[in-house]
T-cell receptor, first 114, second 110 residues
């Protein structure tokens, strides 16, 4: 079956703009989580959604938000973009938030803020 | 604050075993240890995970210390395709947290 699909793969935005990234989980997976990866900070957890509800959130400002739809697809939004938001944004899915479930990552969306 | 620590880099010769360590200073009984690896410009790929017992699959073995404060990912015969950044992740069910290690860059020498 298809893996985790993220769109767009690459995008360039200007400071102050906003961006929306999309994630389609593996079929049957109801938990979707988002991560930011930068050379300096490594992989950092943004938030996780399960059954359209945000379960937990990492230590990021309120400019970072997300949502999950009834079909488990998810979007994340970053408003008022800053240069430091340039990063690889990864989406991952699993069947449920159980700690024993395998997490499957997408290829990521490369965001460059200029 | 819970920490998951890994060495920044390791080297191995091709076809030799590799032991990648990870320390998880704070871990509860329901926290699983997951290992993923990441190639350049790709998302992390699942390798293995476990709770208490040692685990084996076609890719690797995972050895978990008795006190569960450390784990070791074992690649039995390293190949050039195993060169990647390996991440150790503590996945907490109760606290709903994922704690990432900083990753170990594995270089495999021919």
């Amino acid at each position: 079956k298809a893996g985790v699909t993220q769109t767009p793969r690459y995008l360039i935005k200007t400071r102050g703009q906003q961006v929306t990234l999309s994630c389609s989980p593996i079929s049957g997976h109801r938990s979707v989580s988002w991560y930011q990866q930068t050379p300096g900070q490594g992989l950092q957890f943004l938030f996780e959604y399960f059954s359209e509800t945000q379960r937990n959130k990492g230590n990021f400002p309120g400019r970072f938000s997300g949502r999950q739809f009834s079909n488990s697809r998810s979007e994340m939004n970053v408003s008022t973009l800053e240069l430091g938001d340039s990063a690889l944004y990864l989406c991952a899915s699993r069947e449920s938030p159980s700690s024993g479930n395998t997490i499957y990552f997408g290829e990521g969306s490369w965001l460059t803020v200029v | 604050d819970a920490k998951t620590t890994q060495p920044n880099s390791m080297e191995s010769n091709e076809e030799e075993p590799v032991h990648l360590p990870c320390n998880h200073s704070t871990i509860s009984g329901t926290d699983y240890i997951h290992w993923y690896r990441q190639l350049p410009s790709q998302g992390p790929e699942y390798v293995i995970h476990g709770l208490t017992s040692n685990v084996n699959n076609r890719m690797a073995s995972l050895a978990i210390a008795e006190d569960r404060k450390s784990s070791t990912l074992i690649l039995h015969r390293a190949t050039l395709r195993d060169a990647a950044v390996y991440y150790c992740i503590r996945v907490s069910g109760s606290a709903r947290q994922l704690t990432f290690g900083s990753g170990t860059q594995l270089t495999v020498l021919p």
